[in-house]
């Protein structure tokens, strides 16, 4: 019986195996290889997505579990790398050989965004079930700090968006002529 879900803002329906793994659903049914299998048994977070905004190991969850949820993998979290995370993962050049960093990104992004300015304690916390075997930990620290700031940054209205407003209520008051 077929099972229905969104993948990154995209319907799909897929007709496999109820308790597939959803990260073998991602990979090999879907054609999306951006989310990683590393150890298949929960304890490394290669495999990491977010369910209904949860970071959550595809490899030990079942598909069947995830009919009419909302799934994001690494190919959704931006459509151009735009999201803070992944800004400021390139301003820092996390990766060395890349193999678990689009979990390490999908853990960071859920965390920041229940947490938008975490301590070093609550990074060390919400990332230690992401392994690195290039030992790239410092350098994700730092980048979770970077992408907090980055995001506080976007988010706060711009000075020149208060000179045009007020540019345009003068205009009105001369009759445009500025
Ligand atoms: S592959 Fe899923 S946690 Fe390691
Ligand atoms: S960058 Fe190589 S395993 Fe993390």
């Not at 077929?2 to 959803?22: E, H, R, T, W, Y």
């Not at 579990?65 to 959704?76: D, Q, R």
């Amino acid at each position: 019986m077929a099972i229905q879900f969104i993948v990154n803002g995209k319907p799909q329906s897929v007709d496999v195996p109820p308790n597939m793994p959803l990260l073998w659903v991602l990979r090999d049914t879907l054609g999306m290889t951006g989310t990683k299998f590393g150890c298949g048994m929960a304890l490394c977070g290669a495999c990491t997505v977010h369910i209904d905004g949860e970071a959550t190991r595809s490899c030990v969850t079942p598909v069947s579990s995830v009919a009419g949820k909302k799934i994001t993998t690494i190919e959704g979290l931006s459509p151009d790398r735009s999201h803070p995370v992944q800004r400021a993962w390139i301003e820092v050049d996390v990766p060395q050989c890349g193999y678990c960093q689009s979990g390490q990104i999908m853990s960071a992004a859920s965390l920041l965004a229940q947490n938008p300015k975490p301590s070093d304690s609550e990074i060390d916390a919400a990332m230690k079930g992401n392994i690195c075997r290039c030992g790239t930990y410092q350098r994700i620290r730092e980048a979770v700090h970077r992408a907090a700031e980055l995001h506080k940054a976007s988010a706060m209205p711009s000075r020149l968006d208060g000179a045009e407003d007020a540019l345009d209520e003068l205009a009105a008051k001369v009759g445009g002529a500025v």
